[in-house]
């Protein structure tokens, strides 16, 4: 089913579009160290795409080159089609690029609302004066922004921390802060690195359920890095398994689990 | 139309309050609700076209006057203008509890037969969609909240603002069927139909007619001089008969605004915005607060905290005489007034408290601090005594007469009368009409002459006419000795601390008397916190030897002021065990509305009651727990059990 152009139609009945992003044998090096090893896969529109893999198996290093954060010595990233040049984070962004990051990346002095806003700042015309007088444009600016701001607050039902400060949140509900921000940018590409790291059950399936959300209601694109295994084979469309920066393994969910080579790489047998 | 309106004479059902109002109060604010960061409101103009709008839509749907419709989902404007274009078209509103298990819901609504469902989310839907199989009449969904259900199958499942839109569109053909419905709507109709929250058995459909509601609002409205400019916070579970009299009932008689909050994540918030001048909470809600405020203050600067134990001291001495317009002397008003400024009157807006004019407490008995604490700042907290049966209000406290140890005066029209066996009984225009499809139970607790049995037990003071509920009338019991025993009395002694959060005694027929006891993990926690006592759960924190011998000086501290009262002396609890896991609705302990369900309790701890009376120090226990989502778990524990000094008697002693 994979192999037809414009994309497919998932077990749940969603229709994938087409390919998004394109990965075509990616190497990376680190000095001497090659983190990932000649990787290619694609990423389609619509869909919830998992790389997932042990530890040190080169997963965030992918998403960084995904975010175009890393530049691979080898291959190239096709973004819709097009090979993608060598670009500063801003200009990723305003691509429709967003991301979470493993360890919480906000600004922990402000609060929630203000941090969700710098999420939309990709998409205010109005220059530093004009936003620091609030003045003609620029407050109707922020009338809009704070509308959607407002909608991915409700979204994510983080409405009672509105106004604190991050660093008065607990662990789970910063991660869920950073999903707002990254949120509020309207990426069509929304890269998650390791949502689940360091929650509890609980936490797990709320994070789920608004991945899942986000993907329904919004037609977010979804690429997600996650070495819980059992959350991502519940979460994701297709999953691209690696190990030691190898491919291993890639597709659907049952198609992966009962792939050897990644039976392997999870219960551990001999790399020579 | 407009002749059936005029005067008192045509305000016989809600759809009639909510066109007078639409007329006469067109552009004052009816309903709130926060909802992306922002107030929005709606006029009672604007109110009315919403309802009409919906109601129409109801009527393309094909609901027929009588059918049930279940309204379940949080405190929404939506959802009160469901229920009043349910009325609208002749059908019963029955709200149902947001929070009920699925099971539970599938009781009330093939009890009642309901052939429509409004739903706020999506998780009300999944609920009714799971247990759709066993419910014969049921027909069709509305929901409120579109989020996660674009994709479900659409056959019986309409969004609320499609079925107003089609309202809408059918305006013209539909128009004179609904005046119609109206118009053939009189005092005796039925208005509602509200679940009790059944502590024994199974809930009980209580159906109230238009006289009901609209009477009870009438006179309580004008017993507390409640204005059109009120502003109220609908936060409590709209099943429950009290949110239905303050957020229908009483706004509809009186045009005032309900306010409903964000989430009930931000009830604290909203209600701090909001600054609602009519109030009404659980006593619970308020010991929460109390509680955290006194957690917030231990963490305040020297300098402040002796601020503030000053002030509160002025406060406890004059506060409450200064609210009942006793006189004070000059240089106690001067102190009050300069406390008001620097530490009353922040602590009030703090907690959302500034403008409250009339603030109510009922359901359990509040301890006597917590009263005073509120009342010393300057708010008017009265006790009020009611039932669903009564359509609220059977006892309150008029402003002057207000005290933490009676439930008040008989409210306007209410006729009061104790048995010889103490069950408090009353007669009233809020009587309601019948158990639905119950004609036993109903003769059971209504008498031919209209009577209605409380099940409480209590007195009527001499000289003041003040009620004063003692127990509900089945729990009291004998001793074994054949002493009285009143659980409640001990166990809301013991609840005034802060530490115990709920608790049961035991000891009807038994020698001596015992009690479970959970601790509140906001105080207890806290303390722990402080002490530098780690803990992982509820259930380590609850079992630290540290908390039981707190536990036990409180046991014992109650014993001492139980040993006074000659007539209970003999409900001291020797022995007590402090529970492992909460006491909780969803594992049928307790009531949707947080009351204990005894005979459940005692059944599912025998083995812990047991290791009470046999004279172990611990017992090892499994119980069952059920999760929000419906899974079920198991946690085991060994407990220890705990002896709690007892005082003797002196008279008895004597005697013996």
Redesign the interface.
Known sequence: MLDQADGYLTADGRQIGPVVMEMQNITLRFGGVEAIKDISFDIREGEVRAIIGPNGAGKSSMLNVISGFYVPQEGQVLYKGVPRPQMRPYQVARQGIARTFQNIALFEGMSVLDNVMTGRLTHMKTGMFAQAFWKGRAEKEETENREVAEKIIDFLEIQAIRKTPVSRLPYGLKKRVELARALAAEPELLLLDEPMAGMNVEEKEDMSRFILSMNDEFGTTIALIEHDMGVVMDLSDRVVVMDYGKKIGDGTPDEVRNNQAVIDAYLGVSHD | MADTLNGAAGLVSVPALLHRNAMKFGSAPAYREK????WQSWTWEQTCEEVEALALGLLDMGVNEGDFIAVIGRNRPYLYWSMMAAQMVGAIPVPLYQDAAAEEMAYTMGHCGARFVIAGDQEQVDKVLDIQDGLDTFEAMIYLDP??L??YDHTHLTQYSAVQDAGRAKRATLEPEMKARIAKQNYDSICVMLYTSGTTGKPKGVVLSNRNVIETSKSSSEFDDLRQSDDILAYLPMAWVGDFIFSVGQALWTGFCTNCP??A??MQ?DLREIGPTYYFAPPRVFETQLTNVMIRMEDASKSKRRLFDYFMGIARNVGPSILDGKPVSLLDRIKYNLGELMIYGPLKNTLGFSRVRVGYTAGEAIGPEIFDFYRSLGINLKQLYGQTEATVFITAQPDGEVRSDTVGVTCPGVELKIEDNGEVYYRSPGVFVEYYKNAESTADTKDAEGWVATGDAGFIEEGTGHLRIIDRAKDVGKTASGALFAPKYVENKLKFFPNILETVVFGNDRAQCTAFINIDLTAVGNWAERNNIAYASYQELAGHPDVLSTIQSHVEEVNASVAQDEMLSDCQVHRFVVLHKQLDADDGELTRTLKVRRRIIEEKFSDIIDALYDGSTEISTTTEVTYEDGRKGAISATLEIREAAVVAVAAKLAAE
């Open positions: 909802e992306f960061g922002i989020r996660g674009r994709k964000e989430s994540d931000t918030l």
